[in-house]
């Protein structure tokens, strides 16, 4: 989870946390969930509202922190990614690059009317991953 990236639709506590509650669901084992991001608060306060397994927020500073420790976390521990910030591009090769290469996306990807017929799903996000959409 990448709250602050854009232009990307932000992360929002509304999907993250029903999708994280579907996802734990679905792979039906004991899960933990790490948040990866520059918004730690936002992070904190969104782990609160996960009840279905315990959460970490993945500590960061701008001077311990890049891209590529994150990707490599990923690639060595990620077993399942949500990508809540779907354009991302760092999310995305986060996602790309995870170890289980089970992945679900927000299915709103931009703001509205930011990519308009830019961004065709179909060709950006990988045909394995699975779209989620909130009710």
């Not at 990236?5 to 734990?24: G, N």
């Not at 490599?72 to 077993?79: M, V």
């Not at 591009?89 to 996602?95: H, L, P």
Request: aromatic residues 12%; hydrophobic residues 40%; charged residues 20%.
């Amino acid at each position: 989870v990448r709250p602050s990236v854009r232009p990307s639709a932000p992360s929002t506590e509304a999907f993250t946390v029903p999708a994280v509650e579907f996802i734990l669901r679905q792979i039906k084992s004991t899960a933990l969930v790490i948040m990866i991001g520059d918004d730690r608060y936002w992070q904190r306060e969104t782990t609160k509202r996960i009840k279905s397994a315990e959460s970490v927020v993945l500590p960061r500073s701008e001077s311990t922190s890049s891209a590529s420790i994150d990707w490599q976390f990923a690639e060595i521990h990620c077993d399942t990614v949500l990508l809540t910030a779907s354009a991302s591009t760092f999310g995305w090769w986060m996602a790309y690059v995870s170890k289980g290469q089970k992945v679900y996306y927000n299915s709103v990807y931009g703001k509205e009317n930011r990519f308009g017929t830019s961004l065709d799903p179909d060709g950006f996000f990988p045909h394995s991953w699975t779209a989620l959409e909130l009710d």
